[in-house]
């Protein structure tokens, strides 16, 4: 699969501009200022596909980025507490929309920071993933931050997690290039079955 050739499509602020259901797509999903740009900008070897910022809560649409034989969906990242209630709300109803429609969601790659544990909001969503029978892989990012013994550690406590979901996980850095190759063969592999 080449992922060299992604580009932009379109911007969701609402369930109702969702554009009509055909490549099949891989939906990138994580709580606010977890790394979905810088992955989704490593994966394809771009430096600004996707717009990183340094404040959380700043994406508050669905991105679409088309890709020769799939779309990467970018959804809102989740659980930043200095977001207004209505748009919180405004959010959620988004994001339900997406998934309460027929859409081709080959993979969901959920986004969890690897210094910490995932937080209450990571795991309804696994348990949302879990329950959908939508299938996902987590994807743990900043690992880089971690020295040797933290790292042991983290590795051991995202084990028990993610084994009682069955779910794998992978070790990301979209600074050191850690697991981008394990993560495209994930996603080609999503697409062929």
Same mark, same amino acid.
């Given at each position: @699969?080449?992922? =060299? ?5 379109? $911007? $969701?602020?609402?369930a109702e501009q969702l554009p009509k259901a055909g490549l099949p797509e891989i939906v990138? /999903? ?18 600004? #596909? &996707? ?29 930043? $507490?200095?977001v207004a209630k209505g748009e919180k709300e405004r959010w959620g109803k988004l994001v339900?929309?997406?998934?309460? =429609? ?7 790659? =959920?986004?969890?920071? @690897? ?9 309804? @969503?696994?348990?949302?993933? /879990? ?6 892989? &987590? ?16 590795? +051991?406590? @995202?084990?028990?997690?993610?084994? +009682? ?7 990301? /850095?979209?600074?050191?290039? #850690? ?11 999503? #697409?062929?079955?």
């Amino acid at each position: @699969m080449n992922f =060299q050739n992604a580009e932009f499509e379109l $911007a $969701a602020g609402t369930a109702e501009q969702l554009p009509k259901a055909g490549l099949p797509e891989i939906v990138f /999903s994580g709580r606010s200022n977890v790394g979905k740009s810088s992955l989704l900008n490593k994966l394809v070897n771009r430096k600004a #596909l &996707a717009r990183t910022s340094a404040t959380p809560g700043k994406t508050a649409t669905i991105n679409f980025y088309k890709l020769t034989n799939c779309r990467f969906v970018d959804l809102p990242g989740y659980g930043y $507490a200095r977001v207004a209630k209505g748009e919180k709300e405004r959010w959620g109803k988004l994001v339900n929309g997406y998934f309460a =429609q027929d859409r081709p969601i080959a993979l969901v790659l =959920q986004l969890v920071d @690897m210094r910490h544990k995932p937080t209450a909001d990571d795991v309804q @969503m696994l348990d949302f993933l /879990s329950a959908s029978g939508l299938p996902f892989a &987590a994807v743990c990012t900043k690992c880089d931050k971690l020295n040797q013994t933290e790292t042991k550690a983290q590795t +051991e406590l @995202m084990h028990g997690i993610f084994d +009682e979901f069955d779910v794998k996980f992978f070790p990301f /850095s979209s600074t050191k290039g #850690l697991g981008v190759e394990e993560v495209r063969a994930l996603i080609t592999n999503a #697409l062929e079955i």
